[in-house]
């Protein structure tokens, strides 16, 4: 965690949110300390207080975080079920904890130190490398802040990582961690084995009908049938509302000509450069060229590394300097400009490789073009046909009847369950991307006018529920085969299961493991030199954990790595590893230092955390949700 802190304080959100986010603590007691009425805080420690904003920045980030896990954005009920109210909650705590402590010892940062770091920073500066403070303010303005506010997180972030630092600096894995770590890695075990697999134990019967009743009767709740709803759904989007045969040849032929580049690849260069401290250096190596001296003599003598000359495969777009870019792309291939004027200095250039333009023809595209250009012209007729359907529900139109004169295509699903699967167990594939709609859906009667949805697109959905079928339970009949086969599985497993146990029973009996799988025409095979990692490889994770649990000569059996087997094996072989230190890697010795640091600073913080006075205030956190978007 230390390592990741620090590598993010290299950009000005990071740091920002460093102010926030200084430790990741899992939540602790913070349930006593709740305190009722409006505030314009989030929570108070000592003097120290975490503002509505700070709290709605930190609770968007981790929002986001969670929408590129799921692939969308998750609703406020799956924020809280994730834990993000709590969590964003600690982290606050936990920063403003660490404030407060910064602040009545001293801590801080000298405004010169303060402004160097912030002119320093990639993120507020001009292609020339210059701090720009039109870029400061849109890069602040793109979250929300304003000037004030950003230098005082900064200030705050800059005491916390003192104290950070303070208590985490010099901080290693102890030596004997480290050792016992190597020796669990590097541990290497030789095994002999045998599997009782299905086919080993041949065909199970079909069993008799009182067998099977039985069966399903014990297992009933399995088998039945969810509650099932039929709907229809119309769906308000320029998709959906667009009339392709609307769109005349002559309009797909306009925006051909008008956007020609959308539909080709331009033109790109590779282009090679070497940037030059002084006009008088740059005069002379074009003199050296010009005389029959070669581009890569001309870098060589500049100090330049093959590495630093090449600006890739570009467009003409893609050269940011002006200058660059008429010079690069007025040349033939293999020629070499003349002394450039560039934003980094005098610059000679090289054209290595040109690919022409090319454009699809208007054949090609044309159905594409048809298909964006109806979406386009439908879009402008959303909020009529949105009016109309109300408008016609408001007068006593049936759902079907107010969705025909507004225009909106409706779709029909059948026996849905609230999962969104039909009744033959597989997930309906085309119903409407809606966070809420099965949620509403299954919340309904049939025969109201519902209040529409919204769709991820910012769509409209209206839905009207047509049939509930209540959740009941299935006859044997019903499920006949499914019945069967989950019997066939299980009769199997408890097969497999018996004989595993009595050749384990037979080979701790006393019996050698090789007799025992001769007895019942099994193999033995042998796994040599295994570890904990590479084990799982060859028989399974659960056979090498068993492989691993017990001494030199102990008789282990676990599941199989083939579903449905069981592995009965012998510990022939237990070798320790000559280096254990040789076994941890690098990485594996960073995240143990880690955590032990992680845990230091748990310790720190609850610690200091005492000292001061606590307040969380509930209204404070209601107002600074109702500021995310």
Request: no cysteine; aromatic share 6%.
């Amino acid at each position: 965690m230390m390592n990741s802190l620090r590598r993010a304080a290299s950009g000005w959100t990071a740091k920002l949110l460093l102010g926030l986010l200084v430790v990741s603590f899992a939540v602790w007691g913070i349930g006593d300390v709740f305190r009722s009425g409006a505030s314009n805080a989030v929570l108070s420690v000592g003097e120290t207080s975490v503002p509505l904003q700070e709290y709605a920045l930190a609770y968007n980030q981790v929002r986001r975080s969670i929408a590129q896990q799921i692939g969308r954005v998750p609703t406020r009920e799956e924020t809280e079920m994730f834990g993000v109210d709590q969590g964003v909650l600690s982290q606050l705590l936990s920063g403003a904890v660490l404030t407060e402590q910064g602040r009545e010892i001293g801590l801080g940062l000298s405004k010169e130190r303060l402004a160097r770091l912030i002119a320093d920073d990639p993120s507020f500066q001009d292609a020339a490398g210059n701090f720009s403070r039109a870029q400061f303010r849109n890069a602040l303005a793109s979250v929300g802040l304003n000037e004030a506010n950003y230098i005082e997180s900064q200030q705050d972030a800059a005491t916390r990582t003192q104290i950070v630092d303070a208590v985490s600096n010099g901080v290693t894995l102890p030596t004997a961690f480290r050792d016992a770590m190597g020796l669990y890695n590097g541990e290497r075990r030789n095994i002999s084995y045998v599997v009782v697999g299905p086919d080993s134990v041949g065909p199970i019967a079909d069993p008799s009908e009182e067998t099977l009743t039985a069966y399903f009767d014990e297992n009933k709740e399995t088998y039945a049938a969810p509650e099932y709803r039929s709907f229809q759904v119309a769906e308000l989007t320029p998709e959906t509302m667009a009339d392709e045969a609307s769109v005349t040849e002559d309009a797909i032929k306009a925006d051909y000509e008008q956007f020609q580049s959308r539909y080709g690849t331009p033109e790109r260069r590779r282009v090679d450069q070497i940037v030059f401290q002084d006009q008088a250096a740059a005069d002379a190596a074009a003199e050296k060229l010009a005389n029959g001296a070669s581009f890569e003599e001309i870098a060589q003598d500049a100090g330049r590394n093959p590495a630093d000359l090449s600006l890739g495969l570009v467009t003409r777009d893609g050269l940011p300097d002006p200058a660059l870019a008429d010079a690069a792309f007025s040349l033939e291939s293999g020629a070499t400009s003349g002394v450039v004027d560039g934003r980094f200095g005098p610059t000679i250039l090289r054209v290595s490789e040109i690919q022409p333009a090319s454009v699809q023809p208007l054949e090609e595209v044309a159905p594409q073009i048809r298909r964006d250009l109806a979406i386009a012209n439908a879009a402008d007729t959303l909020n009529s046909a949105y009016d109309t359907y109300e408008d016609a529900r408001a007068g006593g139109a049936t759902f079907q009847e107010a969705a025909e004169r507004a225009g909106i295509p409706v779709k029909t699903y059948e026996g849905v369950d609230a999962q969104g699967r039909g009744k033959d167990g597989e997930r309906i594939a085309d119903l409407p991307d809606s966070n809420e709609l099965l949620g509403e859906v299954f919340q309904v009667e049939p025969g109201f006018d519902n209040a529409p949805l919204q769709t991820a697109g910012n769509g409209t959905l209206f839905f009207d529920v047509t049939e509930i079928e209540p959740a009941r339970d299935r006859t044997l009949d019903e499920v006949r085969d499914r019945v069967l086969a989950d019997w066939r599985a299980a009769e199997t497993e408890r097969v497999v299961g018996e004989r595993a146990k009595a050749v384990l029973d037979a080979a701790r009996g006393g019996t050698p493991l090789e007799n025992v799988a001769a007895e019942n025409d099994l193999t033995v095979q042998t796994a040599l030199g295994i570890t904990r990692q590479s084990g799982a490889s060859e028989i399974g994770r659960q056979a090498t954990e068993a492989a691993f649990s017990a001494g030199r000569g102990s008789i282990e059996e676990a599941e199989g790595r083939e579903g449905g087997s069981r592995i009965v094996l012998r510990i022939d072989e237990v070798a320790p590893p000559a280096s254990p230190a040789d076994n941890v890697t690098d990485n594996q010795r960073q995240q143990m230092a880690e955590r032990l640091t992680d845990d230091l600073l748990q310790s720190y913080v609850t610690r200091v955390r005492g000292e001061y006075p606590v307040q969380v205030y509930p209204a404070g956190i209601e107002a600074a949700k109702g500021l995310v978007r």
